[in-house]
Each structure stands twice: as C-alpha cells, then as structure tokens.
Nanobody
Framework: QVQLVESGGGLAQAGGALRLSCAAS????????MGWDRQAPGKQRELVAT????????NNVDSVKGRSTLSKDNAKNTMYLQMNSLTPEDTAVYHC????????????WGQGTQVTVSS
C-alpha cells in the first residue's frame, strides 16, 4: 500500500509564497501521473495541477497558472507545488494524489494539508 504524505501548508500572507510537498512511500514511477487538488470552505473540490511522472509535463488550472510551479524529485519520490503571489482565494485544504500505472487500480490520496492566506 502506497502512502502519500503532504507537508508545507500553513499560514501565509497575501502576496507571499508556499511550497507544498507530497512524499510517496514508493517510487513515483509506479504512477502515471500525480497532482494536487484543493477544497475551500463551502466550495467544490478543484483540481489545481497535474504532472506526468514519466515525461514531467505539467498542467495547471487557470486560477493558479503563471504563479505556480509543479515539479518532482525522482530520487526523493516527492512532488512539489510552489505557489507564489498567494491570495485569500487560495485558502483551502490541499490534497495530493497519484494515479497508478496499473489500470483499474484506485487512485492514492494524501491526508491533506491546510493552506490559509490572510489579507
């Protein structure tokens, strides 16, 4: 059973930055893709960013595009989400996920990390 452990959340001021980490207990190449989603209070869950583990291609949603960078460290089996120019609208619980390469296998999810941005 693979585990994903997030870290790096916390309190930030508007205009500041945070780097979220998602460490996998196994090789990230077990996964076809990894990414982050978030859920703000009273709002639907929103996909934030996705990275293809094999080629490193990334895709960020419009709400964070241009101020976020998704990356991975293969040696550390860790994925990172760098978010800059934070706004209060970024306040949410951020979850990382990993989609296994084996078809029909359940997606893995981390426990979530809270990000709170004050104005």
């Amino acid at each position: 059973q693979v585990q994903l452990v997030e870290s790096g959340g916390g309190l930030a001021q508007a205009g500041g930055a945070l780097r979220l980490s998602c460490a996998a207990s196994g090789s990230i190449f077990l996964f076809n893709s990894m990414g982050w989603d978030r859920q703000a209070p009273g709002k639907q869950r929103e996909l934030v960013a996705t990275i293809i583990t094999g080629g490193g291609r990334t895709n960020n949603v419009d709400s964070v595009k241009g101020r976020s960078t998704l990356s991975k460290d293969n040696a550390k089996n860790t994925m990172y989400l760098q978010m800059n120019s934070l706004t209060p609208e970024d306040t949410a619980v951020y979850h990382c996920y990993a989609v296994p390469r084996i078809a029909g296998t359940t997606t893995y999810w981390g426990q979530g990390t809270q990000v709170t941005v004050s104005s």
